[in-house]
């Protein structure tokens, strides 16, 4: 090791030839030293506050002085020079205080000991170097360990380390925060499994520790936890620190606190289970439900029902009142469901106003009759949102495992097929499936299919119904009727596919269709010479509902020549009662335009004079329901002839649908009803016979059935 240069010696010694002999011996081993003779006090704190000695020798006897008293002042103002005694004097005592005063060697006056000085002061200079580096080496590590601790404890994260036996040496700012401990809480005493609930505590032990003791580091999720049993999910790295001969030394470990991102993925499952408007399991909960509920049925020797429910009229309230009413009416439904549904039963919204029950545990039918029954119960009340008091009920289709199906899937399809029926009866009430349920379900969706292609094919075509006058006994008008031959099943019912058209939406395309054919064949038949007739159309709720109708209608009028007091369009009462005030403006539209009104199958639906006298209404068609047995039923003859009064008494023409007999017509004649239309006179013919017909001057003279 070299030793340090000395630039500056202090020489104290009142002998001239001592401090001669001394400046020999240190001048040959240090040539380039700089020795300052110091003879009094003065020049002494001079050179202490000037010189910047790197080295002092004194003598211990001083005229002016004594050896100590420098000394203890040397090191109060340079405490790292290094002061040598180099005296005459061999007192032990002197020699004890000096050394406990900081001295760092001390050297009789001898002849023989003047070269030894030198080897002494590298010596002491070395010894101190070392010191130095020592105290060097120890605030480096310090200023480390301080900048380290600075690190951890600015950190979020624990951070915290512990012995092999599970007992905690330290743990960071951030742990103790999180764990709620006093920033100067003693934890020497503490454990690792006091930080850690039970679960977590089985981790460590199972999985984290010996798997870091093989590998070094252990990366997972545990938990710890707090003095009031609060647990907090974290993810952990815990590392083993290993002797060089592989031996534990100590564990640390590094845990970050997940509990937002367990909150988080938390609130994920729900969502991807859970409906977002009710809170009720979605369909994916619900199929998984209902598995569990047909794999205990199985066990228990029990079955399983499976309810779909669909809220009737909640398409028109939810448009009427707007999407936030709807949301809040179907909120207090899934809460008014909730409430009836059984404590064991799985309630969950599919979709829309579409609902489904799983109710497991089932010894009979009877049972699912009786839950059925007071779900439909629950309807009874109104629900009141905001402030409208709605009246509202459901539908409900019912299957059951495993009578129906032993699938999932198949259950689910079922309940809609039952579903399906429930809503064609009305409403309000409940089926349960059958197999013939399921044959009309597939004839009504191969039927959809085929319908989709009916058009662009040219399936379809119009019949012609006259309507004759009863005062004159000729041809008035006609009804333009749709009908379709497909290629393959023949003649298609209207009853069958008219009601999949406006389920799918056709009717509109179809709708437009037999507008435009019936006044293009209206044209037609003008064209020829024969007489210029009305056509009356039939218009469906949703074509009705069509916000440019009017624009069609006009559009159709002006492309096909027909003038619009020959268009007659009929609309049933339960189309127009939807939304009154903007069916009252619809038909002015169309009124305006010249165009006839009826109101087709009068007196099934809603009837009501107010609505009446607000409709800009032509003709009232009265339904062949009343007119069937208007010769034998009182009370049908009495319906027919307040009807027929009342349209004459607000100006309007009547037009009895479905007159098949002579004493039908007589009474009808009696009663002074304007026109008829029946099998009485002709079945509805294509536009080929009516030709035939008017080229004819066909009348009630002529009764001939077609």
Not at 423 to 433: A, N, S, V
Request: proline share 3%; hydrophobic share 40%.
């Amino acid at each position: 090791m070299n030793t340090p240069l000395i630039q500056t010696c202090l020489l104290i010694d009142d002998n001239p030839d001592d401090r001669m002999l001394v400046m020999r011996a240190l001048l040959q081993d240090f040539p380039a030293m700089r020795i300052v003779h110091i003879i009094d006090l003065v020049g002494f704190e001079h050179s202490l506050a000037n010189d910047h000695p790197d080295l002092i020798v004194t003598d211990y006897h001083l005229g002016w002085s004594d050896g100590l008293t420098l000394l203890q002042r040397a090191k109060a103002v340079l405490p790292n020079c290094p002061v040598i005694m180099f005296t005459g004097t061999g007192s032990e005592e002197i020699a004890v205080e000096a050394m406990q005063s900081g001295l760092d060697d001390y050297v009789l006056k001898a002849p023989r000991h003047y070269g030894l000085l030198p080897t002494r002061i590298r010596s002491v200079l070395a010894r101190q170097h070392q010191q130095q580096l020592l105290q060097q080496t120890q605030r480096a590590l310090q200023d480390s360990e301080a900048r380290l601790r600075a690190i951890i404890n600015s950190g979020t994260d624990y951070i915290g380390m512990f012995g092999k036996d599970g007992s905690v040496t330290f743990i960071n700012q951030a742990g103790r925060t999180l764990l709620e401990i006093g920033l100067t809480e003693d934890i020497g005493r503490t454990r690792i499994s006091d930080y850690m609930p039970p679960w977590g505590v089985q981790i460590m032990l199972n999985e984290a520790i010996p798997h870091a003791v093989r590998s070094g580091v252990w990366t997972g999720e545990c938990a710890l936890m707090r003095r009031d049993g609060t647990e907090i999910p974290v993810s952990a790295v815990i590392a083993a620190h290993k002797f060089a001969d592989g031996s534990i030394d100590f564990f640390s470990g590094i845990m970050r606190d997940i509990s937002e991102r367990k909150r988080y993925e938390a609130r994920l499952s729900h969502l991807a289970t859970h409906d977002v408007l009710t809170g009720l399991p979605n369909r994916a909960l619900f199929t998984d439900r209902l598995e569990v509920a047909m794999h205990d049925a199985n066990r228990q020797h029990q079955q399983v029902a499976v309810m779909m429910l669909n809220l009737d009229r909640f398409k028109t309230i939810n448009d009427s009142l707007g999407h936030e009413t709807g949301n809040s009416l179907l909120r207090a439904v899934a809460e008014r469901l909730d409430k009836v549904k059984g404590d064991n039963n799985t309630l969950a919204r599919l979709g829309g106003d579409e609902f489904a029950l799983v109710c497991g545990g089932l010894a009979q039918l009877n049972d699912a009759s009786e839950l059925t029954r007071t779900i439909l119960g629950c309807f009874e009340a109104a629900f009141h949102i905001e402030q409208h008091e709605l009246f509202l009920t459901t539908s409900i289709g019912i299957t059951v495992y495993p009578l129906d199906d032993h699938s999932a899937i198949g259950l689910l399809k079922n309940a809609a097929i039952a579903l399906n029926r429930s809503k064609d009866l009305g409403g309000d009430t409940f089926q349960f499936y059958t197999a013939s349920m399921n044959a009309q379900s597939l004839q009504h969706l191969m039927l959809s299919n085929a319908l989709h292609h009916a058009l662009r094919r040219d399936e379809l075509q119009l019949h012609y119904q006259p309507q004759i006058n009863l005062k004159s006994g000729e041809i008035c008008g006609m009804e333009a009727l749709l009908r379709w031959t497909h290629p393959q099943l023949g003649n298609i019912p209207p009853a069958e596919f008219i009601q999949i058209a406006e389920k799918t939406g056709l009717i509109v395309a179809i709708g437009e269709w037999v507008l435009r054919t019936a006044c293009q064949q209206s044209i037609a038949w003008q064209l020829a010479g024969l007489p210029a007739l009305p056509i009356a159309v039939n218009l469906s709720g949703r074509q009705f509902a069509q916000y440019n109708l009017t624009q069609i209608i006009t559009q159709i009028l002006a492309q096909t020549g027909l003038a619009p007091h020959l268009l007659e369009l009929e609309i049933t009462e339960s189309t127009l009662i939807q939304d009154i005030q903007a069916s009252i403006a619809t038909l002015r539209e169309l009124n305006n335009l010249g165009i006839r009104i009826s109101i087709d199958d009068f007196g099934t639906g809603y009837s009501s004079l107010s609505y009446l006298k607000s409709f800009p209404i032509d003709t009232i068609k009265i339904d062949q329901s009343f007119v069937r047995d208007i010769h034998t039923d009182p009370d049908n003859a009495a319906i027919v002839s307040a009807i027929i009064a009342m349209a004459k008494s607000l100006g309007m023409e009547t037009i009895a649908e479905g007159v098949e007999t002579s004493e039908q017509l007589s009474f009808l004649r009696s009663r002074q009803c304007d026109s008829i239309q029946g099998y009485y006179f002709s079945r509805p013919v294509t536009h080929e016979v009516i030709t035939q017909m008017l080229s004819e001057n066909r009348n009630l003279s002529f009764v001939v059935n077609y």
